[in-house]
T-cell receptor, first 118, second 112 residues
Framework: ETGVTQTPRHLVMGMTNKKSLKCEQH?????MYWYKQSAKKPLELMFV???????ENNSVPSRFSPECPNSSHLFLHLHTLQPEDSALYLC?????????????????FGPGTRLTVL | GDSVTQMEGPVTLSEEAFLTINCTYT??????LFWYVQYPGEGLQLLLK?????DKGSNKGFEATYRKETTSFHLEKGSVQVSDSAVYFC???????????FGTGTRLQVFP
């Protein structure tokens, strides 16, 4: 039980579809993250939200659009994706507020959404 | 720039063998260091961490020591079990940010 849930667990979409990934954390955390995990590549940080404000956008293409309506929910809206966007998308949360000192927080991950773009 | 380098996998061991997975890092300042583990079909979970030089993190029989002089954080376990089969990620946390920088991961396969 990680306290971070993601839906759906699997998603197959065409390049012209629009879909959304959802992440919810039940840990009372203030920071939430989207990562992309592709085979044989390091885990890629995509976005960071702290207290609902985006604090990091790691040069992610605009076909990925995040939304953080509150500290417990994080969405990733997808449109006109490419086959190379197929990957496991992981959401994580952490207590947050690390911007003023050493980064010692543990990040808690959800199980991921396996996305296949046809 | 800041980065983490892990040994290539897979690492294949027999049950009760000794495990070492190497991790070295490049970072400015004083990062924190982490090992995360990913079991099949799951997200990553923290295995252990160390927040300053010479600290030793330990959990479930795994250990890693933060060596600033060699910029390393190697993961060790004295006797692995089949249930330890997973992918292990080394990561560093940069001061003044929420970001973690991960290595590519090392797959461990333990056979009975």
């Amino acid at each position: 039980e990680t306290g971070v849930t993601q839906t759906p667990r699997h998603l197959v979409m065409g390049m012209t579809n629009k879909k959304s990934l959802k992440c919810e954390q039940h840990l009372g955390h203030n920071a939430m993250y989207w990562y992309k995990q592709s085979a044989k590549k390091p885990l890629e940080l995509m976005f960071v939200y702290n207290f609902k404000e985006q604090t990091e956008n790691n040069s992610v293409p605009s076909r990925f659009s995040p939304e953080c309506p509150n500290s417990s929910h994080l969405f990733l809206h997808l449109h006109t994706l490419q086959p190379e966007d197929s990957a496991l998308y992981l959401c994580a949360s952490s207590p947050g507020d690390q911007l003023a000192g050493p980064n010692t927080d543990t990040q808690y991950f959800g199980p991921g959404t396996r996305l296949t773009v046809l | 720039g800041d980065s983490v380098t892990q040994m290539e996998g897979p690492v294949t061991l027999s049950e009760e063998a000794f495990l070492t997975i190497n991790c070295t890092y490049t970072a400015t300042g004083y990062p924190s260091l982490f090992w995360y583990v990913q079991y099949p079909g799951e997200g990553l979970q923290l295995l252990l961490k160390a927040t300053k030089a010479d600290d030793k993190g330990s959990n479930k029989g795994f250990e890693a020591t933060y060596r600033k002089e060699t910029t390393s954080f190697h993961l060790e376990k004295g006797s692995v079990q089949v249930s330890d089969s997973a992918v292990y990620f080394c990561a560093l946390g940069l001061s003044g940010t929420d970001k973690l920088i991960f290595g590519t991961g090392t797959r461990l396969q333990v056979f009975p």
